[in-house]
């Protein structure tokens, strides 16, 4: 006999996950299906972000920046270090318990909040009586009922045409978070924030790393001053970047792939590495949702078609995360997710495009919310500028790390804040202060008159939004 239930959630991935819960939490009797599995087979919810994306590349970051200091930087405190090496096999090791203890949490949180967890693909197979009957194809096969049908899928890597993932030599996301040595060459097809993120790790390293990027800018989403910072600071350190190249042939043998392609003068140019990372961007998955079988609508690019409230063209299916339009971020799903739990139960849930944060974590991490300078030029709108280095700033120098600055932009007239910028230490962190801000549509010099504890980072936020009303007091 079916199981019934008033919300089924497909997918345990940030946006799935957090769905469930929330929906639980007001009441409705849930169940959230899973197929991820761990090396031996079991669930593993979570999704990419837990399983080979936000989590273990923030591991292995996390590491590998640990060495760095140590190869670089510990002699400036002081600290000698003899016999330095890198073992690779145990910084996976821990990525994987990392993993694993973000999958153990997530199952932990459904058992909690009373949701019932199913391991398995879920699909469609139809719709009848003012219900959704629901597959789950894995070890144990079920067949739900449910009033309610939150999608969250989530996406997979982009493929390049001709260059298959093989995760030995041409790898996506999932086999550069898994690699059991470092390559001495490594190449990055994509300069977006999985390709750096990855470079950056293998080049802390000791790996030769070079990105291929096809556009004729670097970082074309980011501001263009902290992208030409970024530029900077990345080739410094050894990431060598090709801007505006054209990818030929790529063919892989069992010790490694040579890509032909053409530079931005137009030359024929041949490249061998050892391994190649292809980061391209992502496409939703729906694949084996069965969409056809009740009529849910997909766009031409494979994603859910929804409103603003994440419903789509069928009643009571809501669809969120990278499976729809928007910005394809862990927290942008879970927002979506929490809203469309509270619109089920009646509630009015909000999720602001506006105000949702953006973070590469590379060294140094670069973070921003809101407009870029060009974006308001291109809008032909009013604003101010005002920024500050970390140079300036004491718990900065006194962290050894004084790269990069804070940029604020203001509304000409209005002094409300239209957009922050940060690329130095802790960026992550910073900008969750102008998040809330404009959150609550504060100006420029709200921040500039809160105080700011000394000596921190965070006093470059208020440095920066002084610096809009050109006084600034440390630079």
């Known amino acids: 006999m079916s199981q019934q239930f008033d919300v089924v959630v497909i997918g345990g991935g940030p946006g799935g996950y957090i769905a469930a819960i929330r929906a639980a939490q007001l009441g409705s009797k849930v169940a959230c299906i899973d197929e991820w599995k761990n090396s031996k087979g079991?669930?593993?919810?979570?999704?990419?972000?837990?399983?080979?994306?936000?989590?273990?590349?923030?591991?292995?970051?996390?590491?590998?920046?640990?060495?760095?200091?140590?190869?670089?930087?510990?002699?400036?405190?002081?600290?000698?270090?003899?016999?330095?090496?890198?073992?690779?096999?145990?910084?996976?090791?821990?990525?994987?318990?990392?993993?694993?203890?973000?999958?153990?949490?997530?199952?932990y949180l459904f058992k909690k909040n009373k949701v019932s967890f199913f391991h398995g693909r879920g699909s469609f197979v139809k719709a009848a009586d003012g219900l959704y009957e629901i597959s789950v194809a894995g070890d144990k096969p079920e067949t739900l009922l449910a009033k309610h049908v939150v999608i969250a899928t989530g996406s997979n890597a982009r493929q390049l045409p001709?260059?298959?993932?093989?995760?030995?030599?041409?790898?996506?996301?999932?086999?550069?978070?898994a690699l059991t040595e470092v390559p001495k060459k490594l190449g990055v097809i994509g300069s977006g924030v999985i390709g750096l993120e990855m470079g950056s790790v293998w080049r802390r390293l000791g790996a030769e790393v070079?990105?291929?990027?096809?556009?004729?800018?670097?970082?074309?989403?980011?501001?263009?001053?902290?992208?030409?910072?970024?530029?900077?600071?990345?080739?410094?350190?050894?990431?060598?970047?090709?801007?505006?190249?054209?990818?030929?042939?790529?063919?892989a043998a069992k010790k490694g792939v040579t890509v032909s392609y053409t530079d931005a003068k137009g030359e024929a140019q041949k490249a061998e590495f050892d391994k190649l990372i292809i980061s391209i961007g992502r496409v939703p998955n729906t694949i084996g949702l069965s969409a056809e079988a009740v009529?849910?609508?997909l766009d031409e690019r494979g994603a859910i078609v929804v409103n603003d409230d994440c419903q789509t063209n069928l009643p009571n299916v809501w669809a969120v995360g990278d499976v729809v339009r928007g910005p394809m971020l862990?927290?942008?799903?879970?927002?979506?997710?929490?809203?469309?739990?509270?619109?089920?139960?009646?509630?009015?849930?909000?999720?602001?495009?506006?105000?949702?944060?953006?973070?590469?974590?590379?060294?140094?991490?670069?973070?921003?919310?809101?407009?870029?300078?060009?974006?308001?030029?291109?809008?032909?709108?009013?604003?101010?500028?005002?920024?500050?280095?970390?140079?300036?700033?004491?718990r900065a120098r006194a962290l050894g790390d004084t790269t990069g600055f804070v940029k604020f932009?203001?509304?000409?007239?209005?002094?409300?804040?239209?957009?922050?910028?940060?690329?130095?230490?802790?960026?992550?962190?910073?900008?969750?202060?102008?998040?809330?801000a404009m959150s609550f549509k504060a100006s420029a010099e709200d921040i500039a008159r809160i105080c700011h504890a000394h000596p921190s980072l965070s006093e470059a936020t208020k440095e920066a939004a002084l610096a809009v009303d050109k006084r600034t007091l440390n630079f």
């Not at 001709?162 to 978070?177: C, H, M, P, R, V």
């Not at 619109?343 to 809101?370: C, K, L, M």
């Not at 910073?430 to 809330?436: D, G, K, N, T």
Request: aromatic share 6%; proline share 3%.
């Open 42 to 107: 079991g669930a593993a919810p979570g999704g990419t972000c837990t399983n080979v994306g936000c989590i273990p590349s923030k591991a292995l970051l996390q590491s590998s920046e640990h060495f760095d200091q140590a190869s670089h930087h510990f002699a400036d405190h002081g600290i000698t270090v003899d016999g330095l090496k890198m073992d690779v096999a145990t910084m996976v090791a821990r990525k994987d318990t990392v993993v694993k203890q973000n999958n153990d949490g997530i199952l």
């Open 330 to 394: 862990a927290h942008k799903a879970e927002e979506e997710g929490v809203a469309v739990a509270e619109r089920i139960a009646g509630q009015h849930g909000h999720v602001d495009f506006n105000t949702i944060p953006w973070v590469i974590y590379t060294s140094p991490e670069i973070a921003w919310v809101g407009k870029t300078e060009q974006a308001l030029k291109a809008e032909g709108r009013s604003y101010k500028a005002g920024s500050f280095p970390f140079i300036a700033n004491g």
């Open 295 to 297: 009529g849910l609508q």
């Open 210 to 251: 070079t990105v291929l990027e096809a556009l004729p800018t670097f970082l074309g989403a980011v501001d263009e001053q902290v992208a030409k910072e970024a530029q900077k600071i990345f080739t410094k350190q050894g990431l060598k970047l090709q801007l505006g190249v054209k990818i030929g042939d790529i063919k």
């Open 162 to 177: 001709g260059a298959a993932f093989d995760e030995k030599q041409i790898l996506s996301n999932d086999g550069a978070l």
């Open 409 to 436: 932009l203001a509304d000409a007239t209005t002094d409300e804040i239209l957009g922050v910028h940060i690329i130095g230490p802790s960026a992550s962190e910073l900008i969750s202060e102008a998040v809330v």
